[in-house]
């Protein structure tokens, strides 16, 4: 799935995306350690996979977005 980070802590390494209808999901440090970034900046493109429920998903990889 493709979203658009929103904010993100590099004191923490997590944050938040938006999905691409305006949802904010937060994403935990074990989420980005996932994608082997090093960063994230506000407007990236992202890949994220989830897992639970479709009304409350947990992010559990977030990556850069590549062609």
Do not use: C, H, N
Request: charged share 25%; net charge positive; proline share 9%.
């Amino acid at each position: 799935m493709q979203a658009t980070a929103y904010t993100y802590d590099p004191r923490t390494r997590s944050g938040q995306v938006l999905l691409d209808d305006g949802t904010p999901v937060p994403f935990d440090t074990a989420a980005f350690d996932a994608g082997g970034l090093r960063l994230l900046r506000p407007g990236q493109r992202v890949r994220i996979e989830t897992e639970g429920p479709k009304d409350k998903p947990r992010i559990t990889l977030v990556t850069l977005q590549t062609l």
